[in-house]
Each structure stands twice: as structure tokens, then as C-alpha cells.
């Protein structure tokens, strides 16, 4: 766990969803693979090659941007690939329950941190893919917003998911702090913003934030 910036009066906390809120990583694989199975169909090319094809466009970007990541609905929208077949893919793809299941560490953790701050969900899948995953964990009901990848119709890393959530919980930015598990993503423009960061790497460190953020532990 890294802690970016605690801002002096947070008052939420914004999650990430896959790969924070869950450690799984062959669910985030095969939550992965029929995307890219999807955008080779589109380009004609096979699983292998509309990888390759993913992997260089992502090095050449990083290479004249800093070393920055991209994220995958980026890159699908350097090649035309529509919000709206993004979205659909993802909803079409998306089996949570087949790998999650309840997890009930995370809610005695999450109901901590409600009793101190709103909890959002900020996240690159689409709410119906982010209610169906939250559900799984035994988590839903913890959560006040919900801002998915149809909320804003724009991919982190950009402001407006991370505005949105702030909005939607009646908050200025300055007083939330975003969790997730990759800089690029999740914490450099909320970091821009004003809000904290807290980069995880996985649930084990979010099990951690009520003893960080100085809450009683469950
Ligand atoms: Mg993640």
C-alpha cells in the first residue's frame, strides 16, 4: 500500500472495483480476453495478433507519454471502437459470480469505513457489470454511487468519473480520497483534482484502511 495525500477532512472514499475491491486474477483475465477476442473480430485478426496489436499500441503511447498506462477502452477508441459496443461487450462478457463470491472480510472492513465516510465505486466497467460484482461480494448495499463506464461515457483515467462521484454524493473533490491498485488509473488525475490516493495492491491492503484512515479495526 502507498498513501499518496490524506486530505485533512475526507469524507469518502472512492473505490476501484476490479483488482481492489477483489484480488482475482484469473477473473480479471477472463474478464479481459473476450475483449480483446471482440476487438480482433472487428480488425481481422486472431486472439494472439489483436493482442499484439493492444501491446504495441499501449508501448508506443507509453513511450511518447512518460511511461503513462492506458487503459483498454482508450485504446479501443483510437480504433474506432465505439462507447457503445465497449459497453456492451463488458456487459456481455462479465460473469462475476462464475469465479467471486461473498467475501465477508470486506464487508465488516466496508461497513467500518461507512460508519465514517460514503463509499463510492468508480470504475471502467459498466454499472450493471460493477451492481452484479458488488453483489457477489455481499457488498452492494454499502456502496451510496455507483459511477460506471455508461455514467460518463468516458474511460478512467479522465476527471469526469471521479467529478461525478464527488457530485453524486453531494462532496467537494477535495474532501474525497480515491483507492485503487493502478497510479495511472485510479490516482493521478484525482490526485490533480485535489482529492487524496491510496494506491492498493489488492483487497488485502483495502482490509487495512480502517487501522490507515484511524478507525477502530473490525
Ligand atoms: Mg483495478
Not at 460484482?133 to 483515467?157: H, I, N
Request: glycine letters at 8%; charged letters at 25%.
Amino acid at each position: 500500500m502507498q498513501i499518496y495525500r490524506l486530505p485533512p477532512r475526507s469524507a469518502a472514499l472512492l473505490f476501484d472495483m476490479d483488482s481492489t475491491l477483489y484480488t482475482h486474477p484469473e477473473y480479471a483475465r477472463a474478464q479481459v480476453d473476450p475483449l480483446i477476442k471482440r476487438f480482433g473480430q472487428k480488425l481481422g485478426k486472431d486472439f494472439p495478433g489483436a493482442r499484439r496489436e493492444i501491446e504495441d499500441y499501449r508501448r508506443n503511447w507509453a513511450a511518447s507519454h512518460g511511461g503513462r498506462t492506458l487503459s483498454l477502452g482508450f485504446v479501443f477508441a483510437a480504433y474506432g471502437i465505439t462507447m457503445e459496443e465497449n459497453i456492451r461487450w463488458r456487459e456481455e462478457s462479465c460473469e462475476p459470480g462464475l469465479y467471486l463470491k461473498a467475501d465477508p472480510v470486506l464487508r465488516d472492513t466496508l461497513a467500518v469505513l461507512a460508519s465514517a465516510f460514503a463509499l463510492a465505486v468508480v470504475t471502467n466497467n459498466p454499472v450493471s457489470v460493477a451492481r452484479k460484482t458488488l453483489d457477489v461480494l455481499g457488498v452492494a448495499d454499502l456502496f451510496k454511487v455507483l459511477v460506471g463506464l455508461d455514467t460518463c461515457r468516458v474511460s478512467k483515467p479522465h476527471k469526469a468519473p471521479f467529478l461525478k462521484a464527488a457530485e453524486n454524493l453531494g462532496l467537494s473533490p477535495e474532501t474525497c480520497i480515491s483507492v485503487g491498485d493502478r497510479y495511472d488509473i485510479d490516482l493521478a488525475l484525482p490526485l490533480e483534482l485535489g482529492m487524496g490516493g491510496i494506491l492498493v495492491e489488492g483487497v488485502g491492503d483495502v482490509y487495512k484502511l480502517p487501522e490507515v484512515l484511524g478507525l477502530s479495526p473490525p
